[in-house]
């Protein structure tokens, strides 16, 4: 085509296509994906605003229930678990703005953690069981400390699936203050929960391991010397650091023990804990003649029984059994021995059926519902039920470990039909639960006893359903494990978001779905989407925003990790550098736009001692410190004190700078370690 024709073609496709564009924005397009983003409907007219854009009324309606105007904040607040980021995510809600990143198991370069200043090095250091150093973790399941069984603001829980580990953080600061590496626990999933006054951050294992530990044992001796562990961790009541001395352990079969909650009211003082596998299936052995598999995998092999069993222990009842020393020493923690649990009547199960996954306590703390993957129903069973059982010795007799099985039939209240692959359950106020149907792809909505339901609703039938976008995990109401949730905001947790975003390449984003409860009443309603693309969340918890009172600076020479004053921060005018031997100490300042001094000169070989205190009082005066090639970075918020402790092993001139940018003049916050090579004539002394 000659080049006089081309140019008139263009034009006049260009015509068209505007044409259309122009057709589409006052019509009825219905998505709103495909027109481009092309107008933002500036006349200022909401009706011209949605036109232009192919807003609904619905979605018009959404974006209203979503929208936090600037400057103002979120109601509530939103503590997601980041998978094996390692991390824990703080969301405001309903915006699903993400706020901040706090780390926790995995080094994390903004806050320094993990990158030579001694609060994140500490803790991540503690935090490796003996012999292994980890760099990472797998957060699954975030708990709020509790007071009366309402979330206190204080501190948040997380365990780490891959390694058994539990971290602690404050709220005051929202970091990280200790990480434990649990004892007697190899991997830990579903199995962590604070007790309603917060006397306990309880962790269970999942996978059993060999016991003691630090044995091996081949899987042919699974049944006999692979054990499972309940590892009730004392929380101190004014740090919230959990002391391991005063805490203690159950020993449990070598089932697969899963999802935990703790009672509540009435069932204050137990606990409860699903399992599968109590088939014991270690997988199939690979027969290296044939190269084929012999037995079943353990997918097939753990899914034979119809039932496997809820565990329930009375840990207020364990707790005295310490006191009263029937307990013995294993991986240095006190452990009640599994024969012990049983003739204390501390330990007992119940069947649950099928591959049972979630197991929630409602907030009255009455009812228990279990979901079973492979069943369509939510099971009920009811406390008071199984109360008067235990009292009258209800047993259809025990498991190959001695523990005493409760008869199905008479502690269940009902079974709820839900639909494909029930995983969890969150309430309401009102007497309703929700569960994730995993296969379904929905949210299920089904009435609990008539004692708590308040709208004259039929008791344990199946009310309403949401489909959401895809493949949801778990989900979480306001305030959804407490004794008193809130009936307005359900989010959904869904693994796969397959065609919600944009495409990004092959490995998309989860995909949080913002979901209205209209106050309990339904039909529920999805409001938005939120692409969550930094690690795999899998759980959260969601708590009112007031109940929160984060620190907005630290009180001048903070150590974060003690969260009081640090011996070596100083104030402007008392910095120093000392030499001895070997050993260079510096106590340095930041503040905006200097370091004092910004010039260090060190032998090669030297160890440097460094003392950096943000000598700021303002909010948001943050400042970094970072040297170049020597892989040290720090966040010093205002008031605090961190310190680095280095040996200068390369000689040169080594830039170092604040990493944060802090004011006008932040680029010009920068200075010299200069490293004097060993050969040179003159060393420093
Ligand atoms: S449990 S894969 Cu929290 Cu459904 Cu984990
Ligand atoms: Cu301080 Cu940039």
């Known amino acids: 085509m000659k080049r006089q024709y081309l140019v008139p073609l263009v034009a006049l496709m260009v015509l068209v296509l505007g044409a259309m564009l122009a057709a589409s924005a006052c019509g009825d397009d219905d998505g709103g994906g495909d027109d481009g983003g092309s107008s933002t409907g500036a006349s200022g007219d909401l009706a011209d605003i949605a036109a232009a854009r192919g807003l609904t009324p619905e979605d018009q309606k959404h974006a209203l229930q979503q929208f936090v105007p600037p400057g103002q904040y979120d109601d509530y607040i939103m503590f997601a678990s980041g998978g094996h980021s390692g991390q824990v995510y703080v969301i405001g809600m309903p915006s699903m703005r993400i706020l901040k990143v706090i780390a926790a198991f995995t080094p994390e370069p903004w806050q320094g953690f993990g990158y030579g200043a001694d609060w994140g090095d500490t803790i991540l250091e503690e935090g490796n069981p003996e012999g292994t150093e980890l760099t990472w973790g797998d957060t699954h399941h975030p708990a709020l400390s509790e007071t009366g069984g309402d979330y206190d603001g204080r501190w948040l829980y997380v365990n780490d699936r891959a390694n058994g580990r539990m971290a602690m953080i404050d709220l005051r600061d929202m970091r990280t203050k200790q990480i434990i590496a649990v004892p007697n626990i190899q991997t830990s999933h ?16 999942k996978f059993p391991m060999p016991w003691p530990p630090g044995t091996y044992a081949g899987s042919d001796e699974y049944a006999e010397v692979y054990r499972g562990a309940s590892a009730w961790l004392k929380i101190d009541q004014t740090t919230g650091l959990v002391n391991m001395d005063e805490s203690f352990q159950i020993e449990l079969p070598p089932y697969t023990q899963d999802l935990a909650d703790a009672g509540k009211l009435v069932s204050d003082g137990w606990a409860f804990f699903g399992s599968f ?30 039932f496997d069993y809820l565990h329930l222990i009375n840990w207020k ?28 009547g501390i330990l007992y199960l119940i069947p649950e ?81 929700y569960t994730s149907l995993f296969l379904e792809s929905a949210v299920a909505k089904f009435t609990l006893g008539e004692d708590v339901l308040t709208s004259g609703e039929p008791a344990f039938e199946l009310v309403d359903k949401i489909s959401i976008h895809y493949n949801i995990g778990h989900l979480a109401t306001a305030e959804g494990d407490t004794v008193s949730p809130d009936d307005n905001y359900l989010v959904a947790l869904n693994k796969w978001s397959i065609d919600r975003y944009a495409p990004i390449g092959p490995l ?28 795999e969340p899998h759980y959260v918890q969601i708590i009112k925003a007031d109940k929160l009172s984060p620190l907005e600076i630290y009180e001048p020479g903070t150590d974060s990790l003690t969260m009081s004053a640090d011996p070596d921060a100083i104030i402007a005018g008392e910095e120093r550098i000392e030499r001895n031997g070997n050993t260079v100490e510096v106590w340095m300042t930041a503040t905006r736009s200097h ?23 303002t909010r948001d ?40 940018f802090c004011s006008a003049l932040h680029l010009e916050m920068a200075g010299w370690l200069l490293v004097q090579p060993s050969d040179a004539v003159a060393a420093i002394d």
């Open 621 to 660: 005066a943050t400042h970094g410190f970072a040297i170049s090639q020597y892989n040290i970075q720090a966040s010093l918020e205002p008031g605090e004190s961190v310190d680095f402790e280095f040996v200068a092993d390369k000689s040169g001139a080594y830039n170092f700078y604040c990493t944060e």
């Open 508 to 535: 998309h984003p989860q995909n949080f779905q913002l979901i209205d409860l209209v106050d309990g009443a339904g039909p529920m309603d999805l409001i938005a989407d939120m692409p969550f693309g930094i690690g």
């Open 353 to 433: 059926p099928k591959s049972p996954h979630g197991i929630d306590v409602s907030p009255t703390g009455r009812y228990l519902v279990v979901s079973g993957k492979l069943d369509p129903h939510v099971t009920v069973f009811d406390f008071e039920k199984i109360e008067t059982a235990i009292a009258a010795d209800d047993f259809e007799g025990t498991d190959d470990y001695g523990i005493p099985i409760l008869n199905f039939d008479s502690v269940v209240a009902a079974q709820v039909e839900v639909g494909a692959g029930p995983l969890h359950t969150q309430f309401d106020s009102k007497g309703h639960g």
């Open 277 to 306: 596998n109590t088939e014991l299936s270690t997988g199939a052995d690979f027969d290296e003649e044939t190269d084929l598999p012999i037995g079943e995998p353990m997918e097939a092999g753990a899914s034979k029984n119809n």
């Open 190 to 205: 579903g199995g962590l929960f604070v007790t309603p006054d917060s006397e306990y951050a309880m962790i269970t294992s």
């Open 595 to 617: 370091f004092v001094p910004d010039i260090l000169r060190v032998n090669e070989g030297d160890t440097v001692i460094l003392h950096v205190t943000n000598i700021e009082q």
């Open 317 to 344: 009842a364990a707790e005295q059994l310490i006191a009263d020393g029937k307990y013995e020493m294993i991986g240095g923690q006190r452990v009640i021995r599994m024969d012990t649990a049983v003739e204390e």
